[in-house]
Nanobody, 120 residues
Framework: QVQLMESGGGLVQPGGSLTLSCAAS????????MGWYRQAPGKERELVAT???????NYAESVKGRFTISRDNAKSTVYLQMNSLKPEDAAVYYC??????????????WGQGTQVTVSS
C-alpha cells in the first residue's frame, strides 16, 4: 500500500522560507512523477511543481524562481524548497505520486496535506 507522508509545513513571515518533505513508502519507484499541489480556502487544488524520475521539473508560473522541487530516489522522498513566500502561497500543500508509465489502472496517490501559513 502506497503512503505519502508530508512534513515541514508551518507558519512563516512574508519573505521567509520553508522546506516541505514528502516521504513515500510502499513501492514508489522512479516510474512515478512526484509533485506538490496546494489548495487554499475556497479555491480549487492547483499544481505547484512536479518532478519526474529523471528529474525533469515543471512549475506553476506563480512559483517559478521562488520554489524548487527535488527528489531523492534512494530515499523515495521529494522536497519543495519555498523561498520568498507570499501571503498568497498560504494553503494546504499536498504531495502527489503518479505513475506515468501505467495508464490503466491509474496509479495515483495523495498525501494528507500539510498546512503552510504565511503571515506577519
Amino acid at each position: 500500500q502506497v503512503q505519502l507522508m508530508e512534513s515541514g509545513g508551518g507558519l512563516v513571515q512574508p519573505g521567509g522560507s520553508l522546506t516541505l518533505s514528502c516521504a513515500a513508502s510502499g513501492g514508489i519507484s522512479s516510474n512515478y512523477r512526484m509533485g506538490w499541489y496546494r489548495q487554499a480556502p475556497g479555491k480549487e487544488r492547483e499544481l505547484v511543481a512536479t518532478i519526474t524520475g529523471g528529474s525533469s521539473t515543471n512549475y506553476a508560473e506563480s512559483v517559478k524562481g521562488r520554489f524548487t522541487i527535488s527528489r531523492d530516489n534512494a530515499k523515495s522522498t521529494v522536497y519543495l524548497q519555498m523561498n520568498s513566500l507570499k501571503p498568497e502561497d498560504a494553503a494546504v500543500y499536498y504531495c502527489n505520486a503518479y505513475n506515468i508509465y501505467i495508464v490503466v489502472p491509474r496509479l495515483e496517490y495523495w498525501g494528507q496535506g500539510t498546512q503552510v501559513t504565511v503571515s506577519s
